[in-house]
């Protein structure tokens, strides 16, 4: 059953043969081994052969869901890298089905922290894009892309492209070399990518850690629709949870989507009403997040702070040992078999003595119900 990668990387993902030959090349079944990808997008199209707003959220063909609200648990996407370091689109496919099957999770984050979007080349940000694109269209809910980049005209260019590949939303980091130094400078910037893309949903994606940009978002909400019609909501990875129960106060989580991007901390966000998250742990825990969603909205507290103190125990401790991307990718591949790669510089690959503890850890964790 060549080009189904469902066999290439768990047994128990076999698929029943019965259904398999019912189906032929249909849903479950891989695309295409990746070869390189069709390039389309790339170049500058008027408005006029762009179509009308609608156009490019509906691409042909897509069976994703084009209007359905982001919610629920959505992973940042890692990169596959080949052992001597290009991307490996080639396990995407197999990523996916372990992804819907194995973590309960259909949206994806790409080409974000997690992703080292900011370590691609523009072109093999278009290439993955369109890999997660392609493979995710019969089995995703949402395939998110994150478009941000320093430069203004290639933040848009990757906006054009995430649109005309029939993405279901972009999503923008500030940019943190020069930095934008008011709210103004920044909805600006945003605003001159996000209307690159104006039949596809925008979301701002707060990460001031990394960027070092600091503007509360609570501040750059307000009045944001004006400016940018396609706005729809802010992936929030901050632990100031005062801005975000503010934005969520003033803006209300039917509007806008927020999504809580600090995976430690999750059941505090939840309280203050967030409507999903989006971070690397639920590569490999989003099941066990699910529980905790679940026993929240249920509402079972105390049930939910048992998962959160059981993921909080796993994070506290890889974190003592020095956890990001690199460590990120080395606890994916031991959890679901499928070979991330290294990471790229200047990130380095995780110890076999991290990779060491972090399985025991991991292993050693009593879930409820045990399952
Ligand atoms: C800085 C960073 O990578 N943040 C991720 C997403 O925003 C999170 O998912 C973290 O990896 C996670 O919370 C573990 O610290
Ligand atoms: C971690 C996260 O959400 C990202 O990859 O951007």
Known sequence: MPGDCTLLFH?????????????????????????????RGGVRRSR??????????????????????LEGLVAAA?????????????????YVDYLVREQNVKNIFVNGTTGEGLSLSIQERKQLAEEWV??????????????GALSLPESQDLARHAAAIGASGIAVIAPFFFKPTNKDELVAFLQKVASEAPGVP????????????????????????????????VKFSDTDLLDLAQCINKNGSEQFAFLYGVDEQLLGALAVGVNGAVGSTYNYLGRKTELM?????????????KYQFLIGEFLNFVIK????????????????????????????????????KAKAKLDSIAWPNSD
């Open 134 to 147: 392609r493979q995710g269209k019969d089995k995703l809910d949402h395939v998110i892309i994150h478009v």
């Open 202 to 233: 925008f979301y701002y994606y707060h990460i001031p850690p990394l960027t070092g940009v600091k503007i509360r978002v609570e501040e750059l909400l307000d009045g944001i629709r004006e400016q940018i019609p396609t706005f729809q909501g």
């Open 78 to 94: 890692i990169t596959p890298m080949t052992p001597d370091g290009q991307i490996n689109l080639s396990v995407i496919c197999q």
């Open 11 to 39: 047994k128990k993902f076999a698929p029943n043969p019965l259904h398999a030959s019912a189906r032929g090349a249909a849903r479950g079944l891989c695309l295409t081994p990746a070869g390189p990808a069709p390039r």
């Open 48 to 69: 006029a052969e762009r179509g009308p707003p609608t156009a490019a959220a509906e691409p042909p063909g897509s069976s994703m869901t084009p209007g359905k609200k």
């Open 321 to 356: 040992l020095g956890f990001g991307v690199a460590q990120t990718k080395a606890v994916m591949t031991f959890v679901s078999g499928i070979p991330m790669g290294p990471p790229r510089l200047p990130l380095v690959n995780a110890s076999e003595e991290f990779i060491a």
């Open 293 to 305: 969603l679940q026993a929240f909205a249920k509402p079972d507290l105390a049930l939910a702070q």
